[in-house]
Every structure is written in structure tokens, then in C-alpha cells.
């Protein structure tokens, strides 16, 4: 990374010895490690998406929904616009059917639907492809900020001696990263 953190900041004192530092830090490393691998997914993996869920139990739109973002940590988010209309598209192809009580439809799968799920042999979109180069690649920036979030709470809560301790973590943790690097 070189120089791509500013170092007021981070010289001597530790992240207590200037707020702006510790916070222009900040910023540069969410920029870099905010942006989401795929958080826009194609219609195929919203497709993909609510079969896998409904050859587990059936559910309503919202469920499904939620249960996908529960199930991609957060990193993706159908949007009603594009849920509704995959479960109507299913619907029209046989492979789902809906039953309306309390107001909502609670969506299953036909036997059609069951058959077509078994014989896809397709994994869920959330689900790794078995690669740890796709696992790291949203696993490891994900560690990195928070540990920046972490980092950032004991520059402004902790004592003088807890951002020392902290200083000396993160240093110790960076030595020990590069390390992983070095191996053969």
C-alpha cells in the first residue's frame, strides 16, 4: 500500500495524535474496501436465488427478500422490483405457485418446480464457488475495514495506553500479513 495513508496520525502517538489524520485514513480505506463485489446481481441469480429458497420452504416476496440478503452477509439486496416480477415469471412457467392468506401470497414449489431445482445442479448465488481467490475477494476487504472501524472506536473512546496497545496490534497484525506473503 505504500504511501496510500496520510501520516499524521499514525507517527508517534498513535491515532490520538490528530483526529483529521485518523479520520482522512478512514475515509481512504472505506473508499477502497466499501465498494461491493457484486451487490448488483444478474436476473438469472435473482432466478437462481428464489428457487434455492423456496426448494427449502415456502415464503412471502419480503422473506424472500430478506433471506437473501441474510444469506449474501448483506452484500446483496434484491429489490422488490425485480423479485416480484422473477416470482410472477416462475409462477407463469409452472414451477412455483402462490397461495394468498392474510393478504399475502406465500409463494412454494410446484412438483415441476421441485424437479427442475434437483436436476439444475446449480449452486445458490450466495453460496462461494468453492474458490478461496472469490471467498477473499469480498472476505478479506471486509476484515480490513473492520478492523478500521475498530481501530477508529479506540482512537476516540480509548486512554492514551489503549491506543498504544492498539497501535502495537495493528502493527504486530500487518507485520504478520506480510508475512503470509512472503511464504512459498
Known sequence: MGNSFPTSGFGGSGFGGSAEGMWQAMDQLRSKFEKRAGTRMGRGDVRAAVLALLAEKPMHGYQLIHEIEERSGGSWKPSAGSVYPTLQLLADEGLISAEESNGRKTYSLT????????????SAPWEPEGSAED???????KAGFELAQAAAQVGRTGTPEQIQQAVAAIDEARRRIYSILAQD
Do not use: N
Open 135 to 141: 471467498t477473499g475477494f469480498t472476505a478479506l476487504p
Open 111 to 122: 412438483d415441476t418446480g421441485r424437479e427442475a431445482v434437483a436436476g439444475s445442479g446449480t
